[in-house]
């Protein structure tokens, strides 16, 4: 049903902007803050998870896990969540999109880099063979057609503007439902992909990983046919910035009544307290309700 629901977001003509989440609480915030979408990070799994970078070392299987815990809070918002390389071949791809699929995960994204990969922004990265990584999103589309597959390309970087458009359209043409043109932020640029690819979706990112970069309208990029602009690390980056300074008041002063926070009784309701507390009164032994 969500991924349904996602297909119906990248086919409108508006843009959705897809926050990062990273637990189950951050999914319930993202859900009360009224978002059609949300996503699940490799960055931020592997940051939070083993206190690594973004540089392979997480797995499908761990982002799938993550997830599981975060679909419960979501209801009937879709979850993309981030699929690095596929971790091998079409059949390891194939895999991961089926364990993606069963953990509630609703879209993936899919990147031509070479294993072990390298966070989007950084220098050195390496992409494979056209044939081989548009054989993925061909495995993945006739073996798991009912998970959104959204094909990344890192070739910007590496090969220039050209090179991604070819690339773009191949992997289209393979049965991507939208295609992912990392680095690819201005407004002209976006122009001339969308005119290589007309009615194909565009996802774009706007990570704090690249920098100070263009900060288009929405309606400038619903024209070029971007539909879906995420932000993967924007909470979690702010999150790590309210704890750093609760924990340098409570250091300082030993309270950390000076920094900003969110009430308790905002939190436990939040988590669903008051819900789980009736519950658990309904069935204490002697005064069982009906």
């Known amino acids: 049903m969500t991924a349904s629901a996602l297909r119906a977001i990248l086919a409108s003509d508006r843009v959705t902007h897809v926050p990062g989440v990273y637990d189950p609480v951050t999914a319930a915030l993202a859900v009360a803050a009224g978002h059609r979408a949300v996503h699940l990070s490799g960055a931020a799994v592997s940051a939070i998870m083993l206190g690594r970078p973004d540089l392979g070392f997480v ?29 091998g071949n079409p059949l390891h791809a194939v895999w991961t999109a089926l364990a993606y699929s069963r953990a509630g995960i609703s879209g993936l994204h899919l990147e031509d880099q070479a294993s072990p990969k390298r966070c989007g922004h950084l220098a050195g990265k390496e992409i494979i063979d056209i044939g081989e ?37 191949a992997y289209a043409e393979a049965g991507a439902d939208a295609v992912f043109p990392e680095g690819v932020d201005s407004l002209d640029e976006l122009k001339l ?68 926070r969110m009430p308790w009784a905002a939190f436990t309701a939040l988590v669903g307290q008051d819900e789980a507390l009736d519950l658990d009164a309904r069935y204490v032994p002697g005064r069982l309700q009906t």
């Open 59 to 87: 797995h499908g299987t761990q982002i799938a896990d993550r997830a599981s815990t975060l679909v419960p809070a979501l209801g009937d918002i879709p979850l993309i969540a981030d699929a690095d390389t596929g971790y």
């Open 133 to 169: 990584a548009a054989a993925k999103i061909t495995a993945l589309a006739d073996q798991a057609p009912h998970i959104v597959v959204i094909a990344r390309t890192d070739a910007y970087s590496v090969r220039g503007l050209d090179e991604t458009i070819v690339r773009c359209r």
């Open 193 to 260: 992909v969308h005119r290589a690819l007309p009615g194909v979706p565009l996802v774009i990112n706007r990570s704090e990983a690249g920098g100070n970069r263009p900060v288009l309208s929405d309606a400038d990029l619903a024209e070029v046919g971007v539909r879906l602009v995420l932000h993967p690390v924007a909470a979690l980056l702010a999150a790590m910035r309210a704890a750093s300074l609760a924990y340098r008041a409570i250091a300082d002063g030993g309270t950390a009544e000076p920094v900003d």
